[in-house]
């Protein structure tokens, strides 16, 4: 990693740390849009290829503008080591791939991204690695479910779209007393709200797709976490396997990462803004979110977020029909489920992203069929509660 001062804090690292100015002195970050790079001799090319020697090789797996993201990102949660992807699925593909070999077991929570159920049930089963799912609040859950072939937990939090809490510090000291590691999905907070490995988690997996971007432009991920299980097995899988990060994206995603904090400081004073109107309406009849003292976990995520976040999800009395009715009233909202974009997105997961879930199933995951998703964006406040309160006040 390029020096930067220990002291620094989150704003200052987001903004300078990873670039090392070229001899053109260019103040902004500079594309390296190369797939190779070239050698002043044959030996210096020897020494490259055989790691005597660090320095840029090839883009699958050395590419300036990528490490420049990776530097950052890592300097962000804290960690020795990150290695940037081309996707959020990506990122968790080569973590798997890296650190679990055949016969190896996974306890996972059960709300996690959809994609990932996928991976882990059909995809890792295929070479002998099983996964166990368990409620994501439930410590003694997670406990019952770690079998001597554990070697992983897997956490999201907050979970999509109930906004329920894991208790990192908790599961992490779980892990560690069954010599087991644990791995964080950190998508939802990004490090400006959360830190894992801070609180004693192993590595961090993003999708920088969502707030890192911050703007829905283009697909990336990244592991975070230490120089041996990131630096050299998750780093491994993506020097050979080639999942890789266009330098074009992690040259879009370094500039995120310079205003991510004031983002997800303003994305959650909307949301919490947004939270507190929705609790007081008529036709609502829950909501759920980490910045309202009636969340079972409020004080939880008091101590592990800095800030509560952009997403939020309420239930409207009436079922599929009103929340249907409430989400073709607007105007403005985007219906779609992406998040983590300056526009507000609104949806409606019994039928999308969990459309796919038996109704016992959904039941059990407490997604009713009134259940609305709002990932919260940075428009102002009131025109974001005019283009929701349009069906709310007509239900
Ligand atoms: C979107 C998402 C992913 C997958 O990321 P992609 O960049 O779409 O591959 C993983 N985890 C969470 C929590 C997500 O929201």
Known sequence: MTDFDPEWELATRAIRVGHARSQEGEHSEPIHMTSSFVYRSAAEAAARFSGEEPGNIYARFTNPTVR????RLAAMEGGECCVATASGMSAILATCMGLLAQGDHLVSSRSI?????????????RFGIQTDYVDLADLAAWEAAIRPQTKMLFVETPSNPLTALGDIQALADLAHAHDCLLVVDNCFCTPALQRPLELGADVVVHSATKYIDG????????VVGDRQRVGEEVFGVLRTAGPSMSPFNAWLFL??????????QAHSANAQSLAEWLAQHPAV???????????PQFELAQRQQKAPGGILAFEVKGGREAAWQVIDATRMLSITANLGDTKTTITHPASTTHGRLSEEQRQAAG?????IRVAVGLEAIDDIRGDLARGLDAL
């Open 68 to 71: 420049t993201f990776e530097q």
């Open 113 to 125: 991204f959809g994609s990932t159920v996928v991976l882990f049930d059909k995809y890792l089963s």
């Open 215 to 222: 703007q829905g432009r283009a697909l990336g991920g990244a």
């Open 255 to 264: 500039k995120g990462l310079e205003t991510l904090e004031l983002r997800m």
């Open 285 to 295: 009849e829950r909501v759920h979110y980490p910045g309202l003292a009636s969340h």
């Open 367 to 371: 997604v009713g069929q009134g259940l």
